[in-house]
């Protein structure tokens, strides 16, 4: 089974710094996907970035961008900029690949943004 | 495009009553996922559908629950005699097929008295 990690419950940023959230997983898997989800307090489950396995080029998605480490099974979402509308839970997620697998989520991160 | 829809958003049921929670996909959609959330914790897989069939209902638990995706309509969740365990957000995902990338609903917050 796969397992994924989020070793950081909470994590706070001061407004227009970075912040990187860490991620590892375990898998046997060669090919697959990893995702970072935002959801704030809406409730609502918004993607934020996806990494294919495949791909040795980070995903980068205007001010969010990932290190991926694919031999030390490690996803880290870096946030440049931050605004206070980052304020959420974020959760990396993993998925197999070849067609309509159930993701795997982590216990998530609360990021918290000081003006 | 609207995008997945749940309802009701929030549901208040008592003990031993049923529960039943609605998923309309994105259009074009034909693969519905089913996930919960307890408080303070990720989201759980449940069962994967598509049109009519039951894909993978390996996170669903043994009873009371069940799940469908019938021909037309919505697909629909339903927790039979709830017990006060059952309190969580239940999301539903939908994609249409292969690898693309899930859109989630907005969640329903189930509340068990």
């Known amino acids: 089974a796969q397992t994924v990690t989020q070793s950081q419950p909470e994590m706070s940023v001061q407004e227009a710094e970075t912040v990187t959230l860490s991620c590892t997983y375990d898998?046997?898997?060669?090919?697959?996907?990893l995702f970072w989800y935002k959801q704030p307090p809406s409730r609502q489950m918004i993607l934020v970035i996806r990494q294919e396995a495949y791909k040795q080029q980070n995903a980068t998605e205007n001010r969010f961008s990932v290190n991926f480490q694919k031999a030390a099974k490690s996803f880290s979402l870096k946030i440049s900029d931050s605004q206070l509308g980052d304020a959420a839970m974020y959760f990396c997620?993993?998925?197999?690949?070849?067609?309509?697998?159930?993701?795997?989520f982590g216990k998530g991160t609360s990021l918290l943004v000081t003006p | 495009n609207a995008g997945v829809m749940q309802n009701p958003r929030h549901l208040v049921r008592r003990r031993g009553q049923e529960a039943r929670l609605r998923c309309s996909p994105m259009k074009g959609h034909s693969h519905v996922y089913w996930y919960r959330q307890l408080p303070e914790e990720g989201l759980k897989f449940m069962v994967y559908l598509q049109k009519e069939n039951i894909i993978d209902e390996s996170g669903m638990p043994k009873e009371r629950f069940s799940a469908e995706f019938p021909k037309e309509g919505p697909s629909i969740l339903r927790i039979q005699q709830v017990v006060r365990g059952d309190s969580a957000a239940y999301f539903c995902?939908?994609?249409?097929?292969?690898?693309?990338?899930?859109?989630f609903g907005s969640g329903t917050q189930l509340s068990v008295l």
């Open positions: 995902a939908s994609s249409p097929g292969g690898d693309e990338k899930l859109f």
């Open positions: 997620a993993y998925r197999r690949a070849n067609s309509g697998y159930a993701l795997n």
């Open positions: 898998t046997s898997e060669s090919d697959y996907y």
